[in-house]
């Protein structure tokens, strides 16, 4: 067992007895807060895997959430399939989503790739909307259960859930982590920064495009199936076009290509608006204005300002980007 | 018939799109908050100051003129020296920027253009045809004669054809390829305002027209080819064929499902355009 694996094994109980403790200490409001937050890094970290680590630009993050939280939904309402059963329904059917955008990404690339992902987005968002038979149309699916007892863990109240998602986040944040020190995540990074030499060196483009764009479908896919086991109520509403918008934008606010950006990033989107009433109002004004600031000025987010601000980086890629930035 | 009125108004948003592709190789994504300022613009004038259609229209085109340069300036001159994909994220950031300002400015609730000339009706033998159909295929296909003449024979428009061939050349001839980028932005954005002025009797106006009017202009801009404005043409009255007929078929609610699955399909199957002469760098 390799060393990295090993520290994972601290911690994961570290993290998750910590979570214990966080979710007794805090008011009902500020835990269902902390639970959205780490659903949504789990999906801004799934588009940071295919945007930041492997330069692909897809703005379709939302969508593989959607596929995510009404696979399990359904398989929940119709069959009566356990938790367990249908987060990994959930995680397939959104990786299988992701590999259709990935075969997608090794025939066109660039702009017609962004294009295309946003024309899945909205094609998804249309279809949960008017195959009412299988979706309920606009009213969405409710009475969604939320996890039995599992052991002797109960999961039902809203304390243990948010066990779970940190759960779920820390074993995300760990895949990524193992994944990035292997040949594919070589190969992510290989393929961002050049595609042609990438290919030079023996690296198969189309694998490791596929297998950044599933690994990406399927941790946006586990958060969607997570979401509708907390909500209880999923809507198409809650899936359009501009959910996958924000998912990028919490990445590029946070900072691409590292753990702490994306997850930095979705804190900030979720929590700014609930807690600066004022702001609320015209938050997408200034998020959109912040996208392109940050993207002109500092295309390394905020965390790699704090990286570049306090402590030596090694990341030479990140001082050449500010850099030119 | 409803399909090519329709088509004709994605036409020219569309050539707009294709326009600046053409020339700067960059995807605009706000273009299509462009059209939708220009619908708001013209309820307002038609309503609140009970301006003539067509003046109102001259107006709204020359306002839409002058968006052009700004959103260049704001946009993409800022990451110009960045990879060309860095564009298309500030483009969208401006178009969540512009689409949301909307909200605030004019509230979420629909408007409506309230005036005579959309009631009126022409009687031709036993054929009724409602006057504003008509002037809309009429004023759009002589702005699309106008840009391609524009385009095709004045000096401004070859000065953009040069730089869209190759910008340094272009550069040693003593040719600004900056101006030539402003004049092709502000022409995009005329025209998008333009379609914006024309269709908007035909639809509800609220904020959220915009983002969908550019996510279609995108469909016909792939399906015409990047930077081929003939190509542009054709794809925008098929598309607005295909939609009104689908609609017919299928309902008003699958509407935008078989818009976007062209669009998808096309990506795939024709990425270079049902015309394909442009060389496609992204395939």
């Known amino acids: ?224 199936s997570l979401y509708a086991h907390y909500q209880g109520l999923i809507a198409p509403e809650d899936f359009t076009f501009s959910q996958s918008v924000n998912s990028l934008m919490m990445v590029i606010i946070g900072g691409a290509n590292t753990i702490v950006g994306p997850i930095l990033g979705a804190i900030l989107m979720t929590l700014l608006p609930e807690y600066l009433r004022a702001m609320a109002e015209y938050r997408w004004v200034i998020f959109g204005i912040c996208i392109i600031v940050f993207t002109a000025i500092l295309p390394s987010g905020i965390w790699g300002l704090v990286r570049l601000t306090y402590g030596k980086t090694r990341d030479f890629a990140l001082k050449k980007r500010t850099a030119a930035g | 018939m409803n399909g090519v009125v329709i088509g004709s108004g994605y036409a020219l948003v569309a050539i707009g799109l294709t326009l600046v592709y053409g020339v700067l190789r960059v995807v605009n994504f706000s273009h299509g908050e462009v059209y939708m300022f220009g619908a708001y613009a013209l309820v307002i004038l038609m309503s609140d100051y009970h301006m003539g259609y067509l003046l109102a229209i001259v107006l709204v085109i020359m306002a839409g003129a002058c968006a052009g340069p700004l959103i260049e300036l704001v946009a993409v001159r800022p990451v110009e020296k960045q990879p060309r994909l860095k564009t ?3 483009t969208l950031g401006l178009s969540v920027t512009l689409s949301n300002l909307a909200i605030l400015i004019f509230g979420a609730s629909p408007r409506f253009v ?93 904020p959220f027209i915009g983002t969908l009017t550019g996510l279609k202009a995108f469909a016909v801009v792939i399906l015409g080819g990047f930077g081929n404005v003939q190509g542009a043409i054709l794809a925008g009255i098929l598309l607005g064929v295909a939609e009104s007929v689908a609609t017919g078929m299928l309902g008003s609610s699958y509407q935008d499902t078989v818009t976007f699955s062209i669009l998808a399909l096309a990506l795939l199957v024709r990425p270079r355009g049902l015309i394909s002469e442009v060389q496609a760098e992204n395939v």
């Open chain 1, 1 to 224: 067992m390799s060393k990295a694996l090993k520290k994972w094994f601290v911690i994961l109980p570290t993290g998750i007895a910590l979570s214990m403790l966080l979710a007794d200490a805090v008011d009902p409001y500020t835990l269902h807060l902390l639970i959205l937050c780490s659903l949504f890094s789990m999906v801004a970290l799934a588009q940071d895997v295919a945007f930041g680590r492997s330069g692909q630009l897809l703005i379709c993050a939302g969508a593989f959430f959607a596929i995510g939280a009404y696979t399990s939904a359904i398989i929940a309402l119709r069959i009566g399939a356990p938790f367990g059963t249908c987060l990994l329904a959930a995680t397939l059917s959104a990786s299988l989503a992701g590999y259709g955008i990935g075969w997608a990404a090794t025939r066109v690339s660039g702009h017609y790739l962004a294009i295309l992902s946003i024309a899945f987005s909205v094609i998804v968002h249309q279809v949960l909307l008017n195959w009412s038979s299988l979706t309920n149309g606009a009213q969405g699916l409710n009475n969604i259960p939320r996890p039995a007892s599992f052991v002797f863990l109960d999961f039902s109240s809203k304390s243990t859930f948010f066990v779970v998602c940190i759960f779920a986040l820390l074993t995300t944040i760990a895949a990524i982590h193992l994944i990035s020190a292997t040949r594919l995540g070589a190969g992510f990074a290989a393929i961002r920064e050049d595609e042609l030499a990438a290919q030079s060196l023996g690296i198969s483009i189309r694998r490791v495009k596929i297998s950044a764009i599933v690994i990406s479908g399927a941790i946006s896919g586990a958060a969607g």
């Open chain 2, 114 to 206: 309230q005036a005579e000339v959309t009631e009126r009706v022409l009687t031709v033998a036993d054929f009724s045809i409602p006057v504003h159909r008509l002037i809309v295929v009429c004023v759009s296909s002589l702005l699309v004669c106008a840009v391609w003449g524009f385009v095709k024979y004045s000096l401004p428009g070859k000065a953009m054809r040069a730089v869209a061939e190759n910008p340094g050349v272009t550069q040693l001839l003593g040719i600004n390829p900056r101006a030539v980028v402003r004049e092709t932005f502000a022409l995009s954005t005329a025209l998008a305002a333009a379609s914006g002025a024309l269709l908007s009797p035909l639809f509800v106006v609220n």
């Open chain 2, 88 to 90: 298309l994220i500030t």
